[in-house]
């Protein structure tokens, strides 16, 4: 491991993580109550990253983006 790696990579690796488990966690729920996860909507806050299933908010409840900002995935 390259010991002068800038200190940011491993932030945004763990922040990635974190993400993918949301999704996962978001995916599982939706299975479990027998939905088609094709059916399933995602909106993420491309300022931090929260993910609100279902519909888009009118802000983020994290950091406060405005819902013009999210994206639908």
Avoid: W
Avoid at 36 to 57: S, T, W
């Amino acid at each position: 491991m390259n010991s002068h790696a800038h200190p940011r990579c491993s932030t945004f690796r763990i922040y990635d993580e974190a993400l993918r488990a949301r999704l996962c966690a978001v995916a599982l729920a939706t299975a479990q109550e027998e939905a088609n996860a094709g059916d399933m909507r995602l909106f993420l806050c491309p300022a931090c990253g929260h993910i609100e299933p279902d519909r888009c908010p009118a802000s983020c409840p994290i950091c406060g983006a405005l819902e013009d900002k999210f994206v639908q995935m």
